[in-house]
């Protein structure tokens, strides 16, 4: 099976990332991650060198926003199998296997969006969006 790497752009992100990144970590060797950070001083990238195992990267670095990190990432990291998590999301248990399955049994598939939850700072479910998306103004909107 393929790996999933995930670009992960950040901004003073330290209250999240642990969490973040453990969702990440949890998948075990289906997901790699590269977190690109805009030179947080708020800890981020300490926090990330306490959840890096062995193929993942952390650069910190001045940037011009989320854009412009993530273009960054993309041209750092590599992989057959791409994609991006922001600094305060998580993934759900099996979701990389998932994604890479999909991908495997359907090699013509250019993009896989899953569905996604809304949580508040204490973890809690706020919000779900699942469903079929139309077109990438409908997967930006969300």
């Known amino acids: 099976m393929n790996q999933l790497v995930l670009a992960i752009p ?18 075990g060797s289906l997901v790699q991650w590269h977190l690109q950070d805009g030179a947080s001083d ?8 306490q959840f890096q195992r062995p193929g993942d ?9 989320q854009t412009d990190a ?3 990432a993309f041209r750092r990291m590599g992989g057959d199998i791409v994609g991006f998590i922001n600094g305060d999301d ?3 248990p099996g ?3 998932c994604v890479l399955q999909i991908f ?3 090699p013509d598939v250019d993009l896989v969006c899953g569905g996604i939850e809304w949580i508040d700072v204490d973890g809690d479910v706020k919000g ?9 103004r409908e997967m930006l909107d969300i």
């Open 10 to 27: 950040t901004y003073n992100c330290a209250r999240f990332l642990p969490a973040t990144l453990s969702s990440l970590n949890a998948q």
């Open 42 to 49: 708020d800890g981020s990238v300490e926090i990330a060198r």
């Open 57 to 65: 990267s952390i650069v910190s670095e001045r940037d011009g926003g």
């Open 70 to 72: 993530l273009n960054r």
């Open 90 to 92: 998580c993934l759900l």
């Open 95 to 97: 979701a990389a296997e």
């Open 104 to 106: 495997e049994q359907n």
């Open 128 to 136: 779900s969006h699942t469903g079929r998306i139309e077109s990438l």
